[in-house]
């Protein structure tokens, strides 16, 4: 089984309050959870002496040589034509998104004892089967033009609407089916989950299966690391240069 060990993490980096989501399987249980940032609190949210075969992580990993100050290209990339208003992230390398890159290798570190050895070269922690998820794009590619022609206050909060309109397209099982991943269970808690954290945590781990069958598209470069995105065949939306 391709997905039978797969980890998702929604990073989150709020120390005070639970903004941490993930989500896992196992042989064909799948389970996903809320809870903070510490060690201590996550790893009871994680099925113990497990060696996963990919673990996908919601924030900016980049290589262990690359200073703070890196504008990566991988980011960049969501910030031009049309996926500006599909996807548009927030740069990582200043404000708030710097402190989510720190937040993201620090979550790294946490898990890389329980990471299987990388089977790709686009893994940025040396040895590790990590890579870096990003929700919002992950669906936004997925939907139609016609979906995003809506006005702007009923996308305000931008990740959730994405997830609705995956739920209600049926792009989330289209892809399940064309990646081979087929697990009623999965699909219900994805396409039930009203939590935003754990709903991102699902993201993820769809992020991780989409790697673990060979079936992702990768943006990005050495440098500053890659993003992992679904198939280009199921892609609705703008292409990569």
Known sequence: MRFDKLLGIDVGYDRSHPTTGIAWSLG????????????????QHIPPSTSF??????????PPDAPDTLDRFCERLFTRDAFQRRC????????QGLALRK??????????????????????????????AFPN????VLLADERFAISSAAKRKKFDWLYAEAV???????????????????????????????????????TAACAAAGKSEVVGDQAGGWIWLPPAELWSGPRMP
Do not use: Y
């Open 28 to 43: 064909d249980a799948v389970g996903s959870a809320r809870t903070h940032t510490d060690w201590e609190r996550r790893q």
């Open 53 to 62: 075969a990919m673990i996908a992580i919601d924030g900016p990993l980049t």
């Open 88 to 95: 548009k992230p927030g740069l990582s390398h200043f404000g």
């Open 103 to 132: 937040a993201a290798a620090e979550t790294a570190a946490q898990v890389r004892h329980l990471a299987a050895a990388a089977p790709i070269d686009q893994c940025v922690i040396p040895g590790a089967a990590i890579i870096e």
């Open 137 to 140: 794009a992950f669906l936004g």
């Open 168 to 206: 209600e397209t049926g792009v989330i099982a289209r892809l399940l089916d064309f990646i081979g991943w087929h697990n009623d269970g999965l699909l219900q808690n994805i396409t039930t989950e009203t939590d935003h954290e754990k709903r991102a945590a699902w993201i993820c781990l769809l």
